[in-house]
T-cell receptor, first 114, second 116 residues
């Protein structure tokens, strides 16, 4: 049972374009939604995160849109660059026994072509 | 700040031997550390959660006798893959939660384990 559904699994975008990755969740106990960027052979790095009481968060070229009623959230990468080529994971976290338990989406391999 | 160092980055071992992977928080104290496993082109799957000074909590389906976790201090957790077999070959990643931090974890750079 996939608690966090992510799509698409792969994405090719032209340089300068907008990359959009979507995620959906079922568990309403999730209260923190981070996005991670992972380059081959490296661990994930936190990119941007949002709490459910906010509908949008922007940091530089990265924007998270959050729709609490639909239980969906998405990552938009504006002016995509070849250096953005990586695998992106959405995640959802809930407090469990005093710490967050993080559930990851399946990942989206983004390729930005010149 | 908030750097997590994982060592080794990659390791090749013979089937039947044991391998120890270290996860260190370099500039903060980590009450809780997490161990993940990632197969090629797949997502991260949580294996276990370790709290300093107590036994690790393993996710369903993870053999606790095979994947020994020790979290002896607030800056170090180790994962030992015992009697490794080729099917244990994977990318193992740790993450750590800073003491007092409500949200957000820092991930290590991962360890590529190949069992031959």
């Amino acid at each position: 049972q996939q608690q966090v559904k992510q799509s698409p699994q792969s994405l090719i975008v032209q340089k300068g374009g907008i990359s959009i990755i979507n995620c959906a969740y079922e568990n309403t106990a999730f209260d923190y939604f981070p996005w991670y960027q992972q380059f081959p052979g490296k661990g994930p790095a936190l990119l941007i995160a949002i709490r459910p009481d906010v509908s949008e968060k922007k940091e530089g070229r990265f924007t998270i849109s959050f729709n609490k009623s639909a239980k969906q959230f998405s990552l938009h990468i504006m002016d995509s660059q070849p250096g953005d080529s990586a695998t992106y994971f959405c995640a959802a976290a809930q407090n469990s026994g005093g710490y967050q338990k993080v559930t990851f989406g399946i990942g989206t391999k983004l390729q930005v072509i010149p | 700040g908030a750097v997590v160092s994982q060592h080794p980055s990659w390791v090749i071992c013979k089937s039947g031997t044991s391998v120890k992977i270290e996860c260190r928080s370099l500039d903060f104290q980590a009450t809780t550390m997490f161990w993940y496993r990632q197969f090629p082109k797949q997502s991260l799957m949580l294996m276990a959660t370790s709290n300093e000074g107590s036994k690790a909590t393993y996710e369903q389906g993870v053999e606790k006798d095979k994947f020994l976790i020790n979290h002896a201090s607030l800056t170090l957790s180790t994962l030992t893959v015992t009697s490794a077999h080729p099917e244990d070959s994977s990318f193992y990643i740790c993450s750590a939660r800073k003491v007092g931090a409500a949200y957000g974890y820092t991930f290590g750079s991962g360890t590529r384990l190949t069992v031959v």
